[in-house]
């Protein structure tokens, strides 16, 4: 069973940083695409980062420049590296793998920016 677990989330100042990881148990890992999402309150939720089995990265533009999307194939991870942060980056963050039309969410964990 595919279990992917988040972590990382917390509060930080505006212009900080933050790394969350993103713990996968499955087979294969490599082989799947990894997503960042975050749903902030009262939105819907939204693509920010993402990442191919071939390591072809693609984010939001709303994040470009300031977040960076990676994986540890050896260690079944991905990551998200924020800096800068902003509080309109306030949010639940999820991470989603995808196979072969098959997709799997985490419980998410809470980034606060705030001063």
């Known amino acids: 069973q595919v279990q992917l677990v988040e972590s990382g989330g917390g509060l930080v100042q505006p212009g900080g940083s933050l790394r969350l990881s993103c713990a996968a148990s499955?087979?294969?890992?490599?082989?799947?695409?990894m997503v960042w999402y975050r749903q902030a309150p009262g939105k819907q939720r939204e693509l920010v980062a993402s990442i191919t089995s071939a390591d072809s990265t693609n984010y939001a533009d709303s994040v470009k420049g300031r977040f960076t999307i990676s994986r540890d194939n050896a260690k079944s991870t991905v990551y998200l590296q924020m800096n800068s942060v902003k509080p309109e980056d306030t949010a639940v963050y999820y991470c989603?793998?995808?196979?072969?039309?098959?997709?799997?969410w985490g419980n998410g964990t809470l980034v606060t920016v705030s001063s």
């Open positions: 989603k793998s995808s196979l072969w039309g098959e997709d799997y």
């Open positions: 499955m087979n294969f890992f490599s082989l799947y695409n």
